[in-house]
């Protein structure tokens, strides 16, 4: 195995699932998704392990758009629990906190925790990136919100832990690599995206051709399309394992539907 690529940098979420899905293999950050999609198509690196969806803010939108783009696709995919912790430099109390720094989506999960406390939200591009800077500032009045064990690495002191919104704030991450898919024999959930006619009843003519032929329906998220208010509509569907499996709910395309692309077929771990 070669280079597995993700978005931000040592210590973050995304570093730690890369070392879940791929231990002892060499990890490279990136500083946004589009780099790290580059990376996969110029061959710097031969994988690359992205946030897609997180249980309390939904999709990240700049990972369905790139794999709509095509060249790459899902060959796996992995949870997450996030439970962020307020990090600060040593013997801070959170009295002195004023700001909050960390990457979007984190303080998008802390949305209201950090509102009722009168803490002022600060975008970092990366969980870990946004503990450094905090560390490097070493003011009372700056913390920051992501990993513990980021943290810790930096010299930072924990002042609160389980800083979310809800309990079950857990981020869903998929592998990627380049080229079209591939459907291994255990892979019993896919993803597609495609678009419909305009006309009155054509996703719901999409929707109840998969669920006649066998699909379970995860998850839709609906995106701008290529011209003016037209759309494409991102499904997963779990289905029975393997190529065969995959065929009979995808072949031939629904009726209704323009320019469906496959992203991927994996084995399901969300369902």
Same mark, same amino acid.
């Given at each position: 195995?070669?280079?597995?690529?993700?978005?931000?940098?040592?210590?973050?979420?995304?570093?730690?699932?890369?070392?879940?899905?791929?231990?002892?293999?060499?990890? *490279?950050?990136?500083?946004?998704?589009?780099?790290?999609?580059?990376?996969?198509?110029?061959?710097?690196?031969?994988?690359?392990?992205?946030?897609?969806e997180n249980s309390t803010t939904g999709s990240v939108?700049?990972?369905?758009?790139?794999?709509?783009?095509?060249?790459?696709?899902?060959?796996?995919?992995?949870?997450?629990? @996030?439970?962020?912790?307020?990090?600060?430099?040593?013997?801070?109390?959170?009295?002195?906190?004023?700001? @909050?720094?960390?990457?979007?989506?984190?303080?998008?999960?802390?949305?209201?925790?950090?509102?009722?406390?009168?803490?002022?939200?600060?975008?970092?591009?990366?969980?870990?990136?946004? *503990?450094?800077?905090?560390? %490097?500032?070493?003011?009372?009045?700056?913390?920051?919100?992501?990993?513990?064990?980021?943290?810790?690495?930096?010299?930072?002191?924990?002042?609160?832990?389980?800083?979310?919104?809800?309990?079950?704030?857990?981020?869903?991450?998929?592998?990627?690599?380049?080229?079209?898919?591939?459907?291994?024999?255990?892979?019993?959930?896919?993803?597609?995206?495609?678009?419909?006619?305009?006309?009155?009843?054509?996703?719901? %003519?999409?929707?109840?051709?998969?669920?006649?032929?066998?699909?379970?329906?995860?998850? *839709?998220?609906?995106?701008?399309?290529?011209?003016?208010?037209?759309?494409?509509?991102? @499904?997963?569907?779990?289905?029975?394992?393997?190529?065969?499996?995959?065929?009979? @709910?995808?072949?031939?395309?629904?009726?209704?539907?323009?320019?469906?692309?496959?992203?991927?077929?994996?084995?399901?771990?969300?369902?």
């Amino acid at each position: 195995m070669g280079r597995v690529g993700y978005q931000g940098e040592p210590g973050s979420y995304s570093h730690r699932a890369v070392a879940e899905t791929h231990p002892g293999t060499a990890a *490279i950050g990136f500083d946004g998704f589009d780099a790290a999609f580059d990376a996969l198509t110029a061959g710097d690196v031969h994988r690359l392990v992205l946030p897609i969806e997180n249980s309390t803010t939904g999709s990240v939108l700049e990972v369905l758009d790139r794999l709509a783009a095509g060249g790459a696709s899902i060959i796996a995919e992995h949870r997450v629990e @996030v439970r962020h912790a307020l990090l600060a430099v040593p013997g801070t109390p959170p009295s002195a906190v004023e700001r @909050v720094h960390s990457h979007p989506e984190a303080l998008a999960q802390a949305r209201r925790t950090l509102r009722e406390r009168g803490w002022q939200p600060v975008l970092s591009h990366d969980t870990a990136g946004a *503990i450094r800077l905090v560390a %490097e500032r070493s003011s009372p009045a700056d913390a920051a919100l992501g990993p513990h064990w980021a943290g810790e690495e930096h010299g930072l002191e924990v002042l609160e832990r389980d800083v979310v919104d809800l309990a079950h704030n857990t981020t869903r991450f998929v592998v990627l690599q380049a080229g079209p898919p591939s459907i291994a024999p255990d892979a019993d959930k896919s993803s597609i995206v495609f678009s419909t006619r305009h006309q009155p009843g054509a996703l719901a %003519e999409v929707l109840a051709s998969l669920a006649a032929r066998g699909a379970d329906l995860t998850r *839709i998220e609906s995106r701008p399309g290529p011209t003016p208010w037209t759309y494409r509509f991102f @499904v997963d569907l779990v289905h029975f394992p393997g190529p065969h499996g995959a065929a009979a @709910v995808l072949e031939p395309a629904p009726g209704g539907t323009l320019e469906l692309s496959h992203l991927g077929s994996y084995r399901a771990v969300v369902r």
